[in-house]
């Protein structure tokens, strides 16, 4: 972000910043010049499961009685995740779920917060296809789940046919269908990825605008001060979007086991 910053106030950028802005080239020096395989975002996917996988290995490498600061750390985000959303949503069967919710907080949580990572300030779920990626993952978790418990039969009519009277099953059958195959996964995506592609390009627009009215006219100046000022207080407004949508998707990801595993409808 602060390197269009530096190129818009050099003159060299278009203004206001478009969708294009989040399509960027390779950071490979070889390639097609129109290569999109291996870019920054890719790089940000990558170091966030590095970090994630290093962090948890070295925690536990030597689990002690009286835990160590990143065993106590790794142990309290694994605790939180499993009491506060898997216990709470499921139940004690939900222990089992445990794992896959604290994997998926942790990765949504460090992703997201490369949006206000000084050299990153972007999240790869600003672009809709990891969040798609991990809705489809969920999605395929809670039907297995719930055909595992129930038997691939009962937990489709679980799923499909509410208790209610038999004149109206012809109308509620199809948006029970719409609703639990179609819109779970569609709104675990958009929820994450309208959040974050919304945030960045706040926060975008009010870091190029300072510059754009600094540059336009020296009457100005006081006015884009002000949007820096924005800028700095919707960094942290967007911290607390971060940790809130990482939370939210795990949550209704645990709300959607729970249903699936739930013996009436």
């Known amino acids: ?6 190129v818009l106030a050099q003159g060299e950028a278009a203004f206001p910043p478009s969708v294009e802005d989040f399509y960027l080239p390779s950071i490979l020096p070889w ?9 920054k975002i890719t790089a940000m996917v990558w170091i966030a499961v590095g970090v ?3 962090f948890f290995l ?6 002690q009685l009286v835990p160590t600061k990143k065993q106590w750390f790794a142990e309290s985000i694994y605790g939180f995740v499993r009491n506060n959303i898997a216990v709470d949503m499921i139940g004690h069967a939900g222990v089992r779920f445990a794992p896959y919710f604290t ?16 050299g990153f300030q972007i999240s790869p779920n600003s672009h809709i296809a990891f969040p798609a990626i991990l809705a489809v993952i969920s999605y395929v978790l809670f039907i297995y789940a719930g055909i595992r418990h129930h038997g691939a039969g009962k937990f489709i009519r679980n799923s499909l046919i509410p208790p209610a009277p038999w004149y109206i099953l012809p109308l509620l059958i199809p948006i029970e269908f719409f609703s639990t195959f179609l819109v779970r996964p569609f709104s675990l995506a958009v929820r994450l990825f309208a959040n974050m592609f919304a945030g960045h390009m706040l926060l975008l627009v009010f870091t190029l605008g300072g ?8 009457w100005f100046a006081p006015v884009s001060v002000l949007s820096w000022v924005m800028t700095v207080a919707l960094t942290f407004l967007e911290f607390l979007v971060i940790v809130l949508q990482a939370y939210v998707f795990t949550v ?14």
């Open 31 to 39: 390639g097609a010049e129109n290569s999109y395989w291996f870019t």
């Open 211 to 218: 510059f754009a009215m600094l540059n336009a006219n020296a």
């Open 58 to 63: 070295v925690s536990y490498r030597k689990p």
């Open 252 to 265: 209704l990801t645990a709300s959607y086991v729970q249903g699936a595993l739930a013996e009436e409808h």
């Open 52 to 54: 994630l996988i290093i």
């Open 1 to 6: 972000m602060f390197g269009q910053a530096n």
């Open 103 to 118: 994997t998926l907080f942790c990765f949504i949580l460090l992703t997201n917060f490369f949006a206000i990572l000084p």
